[in-house]
């Protein structure tokens, strides 16, 4: 059997059986692969590592996605980093009320080769009128574009390894705080705890002095094996983090979402976190 094995961690991972190859790249900037599996689908890696499959990228996408947009409640322009396979993107969208979305993504090829291979991730989404796509670093677009503030920032980077090592640094979040609206939020993906437990103390160490709020929610995503990955959440506005059930459903609704995981009393309690984790802050 022809397999893909998970090279993230030592002594531990995943292993999914290749049914089809489809592709398989080095790109200038990492190795990308895309095959067939027959659980998961589809599935897309990037340097070793799996970014995204087609049976379970609801779960993450829907959380990156509308736990910032429905707590802030009136995000008209969203800037995403990374997520090049359109899946952020596509859940942006959903939102009538956005206005405008920019994305930065450093390599083309995974956006090119994901819209042939993993269309239900952007269905559509890279030709939103609404949708603004840079090819570019982004630490360097945070730091030197024009500020036209965002009501939302979401880093939908790789692990801090690779190209996706810069998205974890104080340049980075310095930037990303200098294009944010006041009272605008930030969240990234921010690694498995329980395999990455370091992940989440860097971040602490290096996000939380740009917020007065600043924090950690967590899913549990199948393909990012080892428990609940962590997503880091910062904004000056602590209110913005325990908005109500009651007022998230309402919103939800406003925005006519039918979700497949998200729900407001899902996003309420993704906030509460394990005692190892809090030890971790
Ligand atoms: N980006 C985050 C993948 C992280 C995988 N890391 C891990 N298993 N520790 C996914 C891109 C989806 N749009």
Request: net charge negative.
């Amino acid at each position: 059997m022809k397999a893909f094995t998970e090279t993230l961690s030592d002594g531990y991972g995943q292993t999914l059986s290749i049914d089809t190859c489809l592709f398989e790249l080095q790109t200038d900037h990492q190795h990308l692969i895309i095959f067939q599996n027959r659980f998961f689908g589809r599935v897309m890696a990037l340097d070793g590592i799996v970014q995204t499959t087609e049976r379970d990228e609801f779960i993450y996408h829907e959380m990156m996605v509308h736990v910032p947009v429905l707590a802030h409640g009136q995000a008209t322009r969203v800037l995403i980093i990374g997520g090049g396979d359109g899946g952020i993107l596509r859940e942006v969208l959903k939102h009538p009320q956005v206005e405008q979305v920019v994305q930065v993504e450093i390599d083309q090829a995974v956006i090119d080769l994901c819209q042939e291979y993993l269309p239900g991730h952007s269905a559509g989404a890279f030709d939103d009128p609404r949708a603004e796509i840079v090819i570019a670093d982004g630490v360097a677009y945070v730091n030197t574009a024009t500020p036209a503030p965002f009501d939302v920032i979401i880093s939908d980077c790789t692990d801090p390894v690779g190209p996706g090592e810069v998205l974890f640094s104080s340049e980075f979040y310095a930037g990303c705080k200098r294009l944010l609206k006041p009272g605008g939020i930030f969240v990234a993906q921010n690694g498995v705890v329980f395999m990455q437990p370091d992940e989440l103390q860097m971040t602490r160490q290096r996000l939380g002095p740009y917020f007065t709020d600043q924090s950690f929610y967590t899913v549990s995503v199948p393909t990012y094996v080892g428990g609940n990955m962590a997503l880091a959440w910062g904004c000056d506005d602590a209110a913005k983090r325990w908005v109500d059930e009651a007022a998230l459903a309402e919103r939800y609704q406003r925005a006519g979402l039918t979700c497949r995981y998200y729900t407001p009393a899902l996003h309420r309690a993704a906030f509460a976190l394990p005692a190892f984790m809090q030890a971790l802050l």
